[in-house]
């Protein structure tokens, strides 16, 4: 029973989103306070909220280079073993952007609560392990690099792939954390028969120009 009651009584994700990106009387909302109240599950929370903007159709030249390096940071923090991320207070007094507020509010917890329909906690004995947090760690790490990357084509997948991871920290559930692996190593397979395949293309260029 009283496991039961723990599980219940744990806030669903899409609460902790729309609560923690409620702007304040001031009609802000700071990096520092969000990490705040998102609590011990800051690593999964982080990586939801970074995860959610690449979704959005429109954004500005160079965004996901800039989330690419935020989801590394996050990830190598977790590599590392630190309990929870840590930000300069520079950082932590960031004021977010109220378009992407608007877009992680409407978009963003529309799509976690999809996800909360068939995601539940399940396997957090292993979700909590050390050696699974920095196998997670280094799949967000690939995957942030190919999100990064000038690769076309290449950002949904990468960041659907740490979606999934970000929900299976946050919501302690083996299966979600299993998927984004499994992106993890599609993503892996694509890059590597994308290169064999330019590789090929060049091999055959010079060869038809006689170099």
Do not use: C
């Not at 029973?1 to 702007?23: C, K, N, W, Y």
């Not at 073993?81 to 840590?86: D, I, N, R, V």
């Amino acid at each position: 029973m009283v496991g039961t009651h723990t599980q219940s009584s744990e806030p669903r994700l899409s609460e902790i989103f729309a609560r923690t990106l409620d702007a304040n009387a001031d009609g802000v909302v700071v990096l520092g306070e969000v990490l705040d109240k998102a609590g011990d599950r800051g690593y999964g929370f982080l990586l939801i909220l970074l995860a959610i903007p690449a979704f959005i159709p429109i954004l500005p030249p160079g965004t996901s280079g800039v989330l690419g390096a935020l989801m590394s940071i996050v990830a190598l923090q977790m590599l590392v073993g630190l309990k929870q991320p840590w930000f300069p207070k520079r950082w932590r007094n960031k004021v977010l952007s109220p378009k992407v507020v608007e877009a992680i509010q409407t978009r963003g917890v529309a799509m976690l609560r999809k996800i909360e329909r068939i995601s539940h906690p399940r396997g957090r004995r292993f979700t909590r392990n050390g050696v699974i947090l920095r196998l997670s760690a280094l799949v967000v790490i690939a995957l942030a690099l190919v999100l990064s990357s000038p690769m076309p084509f290449m950002n949904t997948l990468p960041a659907l792939g740490v979606l999934l991871i970000g929900v299976g920290l946050a919501n302690h559930d083996l299966y979600f954390l299993s998927a984004g692996w499994g992106i993890g190593v599609a993503v892996a397979l694509i890059v590597v028969l994308g290169i064999e395949a330019l590789l090929r293309l060049a091999k055959l260029a010079r060869e038809a120009i006689g170099i």
